[in-house]
């Protein structure tokens, strides 16, 4: 079974606004009834792309991800642009 990252995010989100405690790769897994090896490669670019942080118990959501939910942007419709000074 896939996990859309999306889905990943949205879950991990919630379950750290309600514990206020990173949220390790179990949780999600056991929450979405999936293996953590599925879950592996959305962790990997939430992480690459600023939206997770990853701690020694688990992710926590970064500021970016809480706006992009708020914002009820699907990770799928989002575009990303990195803005260098020259």
């Given at each position: 079974m896939s996990l859309s990252?999306?889905?990943v995010l949205v879950e991990i989100v919630d379950q750290y606004e309600?514990?206020?405690e990173p949220v390790t790769a179990r949780a999600v897994a056991e929450s979405q009834?999936?293996?953590r090896e599925v879950l592996t490669q959305s962790l990997e670019?939430?992480?690459e792309f600023e939206l997770l942080k990853p701690t020694e118990r688990g992710y926590r959501?970064?500021?970016t991800a809480k706006?992009?939910?708020a914002l009820d942007i699907e990770l799928d419709?989002?575009?990303?642009?990195?803005?260098v000074e020259e």
């Amino acid at each position: 079974m896939s996990l859309s990252t999306h889905t990943v995010l949205v879950e991990i989100v919630d379950q750290y606004e309600e514990s206020e405690e990173p949220v390790t790769a179990r949780a999600v897994a056991e929450s979405q009834d999936v293996s953590r090896e599925v879950l592996t490669q959305s962790l990997e670019s939430l992480c690459e792309f600023e939206l997770l942080k990853p701690t020694e118990r688990g992710y926590r959501p970064t500021v970016t991800a809480k706006e992009l939910l708020a914002l009820d942007i699907e990770l799928d419709d989002a575009v990303v642009l990195d803005l260098v000074e020259e």
